[in-house]
């Protein structure tokens, strides 16, 4: 799944090929991919795209006094092609959901892999329309992200950290995989209650979480878009590495794996060398 950083990558991607081009067209591929049907996409037409922001994992194109609202979901991606087809999209088993073309014949595609069509299209004419962004967390990389602000989201809450940092109401554009990234980085458990969190390991959490989002911002820089998620690969430490070596300490990152997701880590840089419990994996072995 794109998160922060890779979405921040496509924003700076789009402000360098977009703004200030004209729309000519936009169309959905995918019956499922528009979750908005009033301004209807055909107002899009003879806009101009000014400023391409991101509300944590949504991008956000604005165009006139409309908001195109784009979020990628699990499978999704943009793909910007410099000659798009001329002839209309039609809904069909095709990866592609959604394109806009613009009026010197280059544009963009939203495509999305797999059965579980998520990606979401907005046009709205206020992004607080958009529900998900009407909810967001603080973003993690904005002035006001404080220590003090992180210690008031972690009081109270009886939940493991590792659900915490996912959690797009508490904090904005975290995922699965920079959770797993950040926690690697902290030395911290995934399993810790936020609530147990000293002064000080939450000033710990807050360094990892900022320097982590940081230095992937900072890798993605000039990235082209379709190399993207190949970066992001070869950035990561502990997520999606099962079964390697830790860079840091050389043990073997383990995992824990749930119903639609997993999670890695290093034993002895997290969990003072003891495996986390795996209740499925438990399940199988009986």
């Given amino acids: 799944m794109p998160e922060l950083p890779e979405v921040e990558a496509l924003a700076v991607f789009l402000r360098a090929r977009a703004s200030g081009r004209v729309i000519a067209r936009a169309e959905a591929a995918s019956f499922a991919v528009l979750k908005t049907f009033d301004p209807p996409l055909s107002a899009l037409a003879g806009l101009a795209i000014g ?15 409309l908001h195109l609202v784009i979020h990628l979901a699990r499978a999704g991606w943009l793909r910007w092609r ?8 039609r809904p069909g088993k095709s990866p592609l959901a959604f394109r806009l073309a613009l009026d010197d014949g280059s544009g963009f595609d939203l495509t999305e892999a797999g059965t579980q069509k998520r990606l979401a299209v907005y ?9 998900g962004i009407a909810t967001l967390g603080p973003e993690p990389m904005a002035d006001d992200f404080t220590v003090e602000s992180l210690a008031a989201l972690l009081r109270e809450r009886r ?3 590792k659900g915490v940092l996912r959690d797009q109401h508490i904090i904005a554009g ?7 990234e950040v926690l690697h980085a902290a030395k911290m458990s995934p399993f810790k209650l936020a609530s147990s969190f000293s002064p000080e390991e939450v000033a710990t959490l807050h360094a990892a979480i900022v320097s982590t989002l940081r230095d992937a911002v900072d890798r993605s820089a000039g990235v082209a878009a379709a190399d993207l998620k190949g970066e992001k690969k070869t950035g990561l430490r502990v997520h999606g590495k099962m079964g ?4 840091v300490c050389g043990d073997t990152i383990r995992e824990v794996s749930f119903a639609d997701s997993a999670l890695q880590y290093c034993p002895t840089c997290q969990t003072g060398g ?3 419990a795996d209740r499925r994996l438990s399940r199988l072995l009986k």
């Fill in 123 to 131: 046009l709205v004419r206020d992004v607080t329309q958009v529900p």
């Fill in 51 to 65: 400023k391409v922001g991101r509300h944590g994992k949504f991008l956000d194109l604005s165009c006139g006094d």
């Fill in 174 to 180: 975290i995922g699965n995989a920079y959770s797993d």
């Fill in 159 to 161: 939940t493991q950290i």
């Fill in 244 to 247: 390697q070596a830790c860079v």
């Fill in 274 to 276: 003891k495996p986390l």
């Fill in 82 to 89: 410099d000659e798009l087809p001329g002839k209309p999209v």
